[in-house]
């Protein structure tokens, strides 16, 4: 982990120091991930860090599928995979769903730089790729969670772990307690969740199909 660090940059300064218990899930979710081919999605894929750190587990004999909604970070993702010597990653330059507070985010062109406006659904992606199940969604989409799941429960879109992290913090309505009904409906495990304790503020769900 110390040398994999040094290979990344951080955007806003965010760290794995800040997401321990969620790094701890995820290396946990990897070690139980026995298909020949593992697939990640990372949606809100930012620095790309959970994405590099699955493709490192597998020595690249997997394949890495990253969604950005900004141009700046998307911009990052890529040079950090490329700066970890990563092969099998595909960048789509996409939104999955509408944003909270997304005029704040528009206007902050020094970080996010341009926001995508093209729209992404998960089951397109699965028959890109010729994919029947994803062996690790992980998202963190500012607000779009509900969205996510709802595609997911409706397509029965097949995964093995979920990883949510969740903005109270900027909605009206508590999208934590919403994306563990809708985990639920799906009939699968909950193997973690506190609505403040998934790192800078952000929930975490962890859930196990």
């Known amino acids: 982990m110390k040398n994999f660090n040094l290979n990344i940059e951080f955007q806003g300064g965010a760290n794995y120091n800040e997401e321990k218990i969620q790094i701890d899930f995820f290396n946990k979710a990897i070690s139980n991930i026995k298909d020949s081919k593992p697939s990640m999605i990372e949606i809100g894929s930012n620095d790309?860090?959970?994405?590099?750190?699955?493709?490192?587990?597998?020595?690249?004999?997997?394949?890495?599928i990253c969604a950005e909604v900004s141009e700046n970070l998307l911009q990052l993702g890529m040079k950090n995979v490329k700066n970890?010597?990563?092969?099998?990653?595909?960048?789509k330059y996409a939104r999955v769903g509408n944003l909270f507070d997304e005029k704040s985010i528009e206007n902050d062109k020094?970080?996010?730089g341009n926001l995508s406006?093209?729209?992404?659904?998960?089951?397109d992606v699965l028959n890109e790729f010729n994919l029947q199940k994803i062996s690790i969604i992980h998202m963190?989409?500012?607000g779009s969670e509900l969205e996510?799941?709802?595609?997911?429960?409706?397509?029965?879109?097949?995964?093995?772990y979920i990883f949510i992290s969740t903005h109270n913090s900027i909605a009206?309505?508590?999208?934590?307690?919403?994306?563990?009904?809708?985990?639920?409906k799906m009939n699968s495990k909950i193997l973690f969740e506190n609505p403040t304790r998934g790192?800078?503020?952000?929930?975490?769900i962890v859930a196990k199909n």
Request: proline share 0%.
């Open 172 to 184: 009206t309505i508590n999208i934590h307690e919403k994306c563990l009904s809708l985990i639920e």
């Open 110 to 112: 020094k970080l996010y």
């Open 84 to 91: 970890n010597n990563c092969s099998n990653f595909y960048f």
């Open 199 to 204: 790192g800078l503020g952000d929930g975490l």
């Open 48 to 64: 790309c860090f959970y994405s590099i750190l699955f493709n490192k587990s597998f020595d690249s004999n997997c394949i890495n």
């Open 117 to 123: 406006n093209e729209r992404l659904k998960l089951i």
């Open 148 to 160: 996510i799941l709802e595609e997911i429960l409706l397509d029965n879109i097949k995964f093995d």
């Open 140 to 142: 963190d989409v500012q």
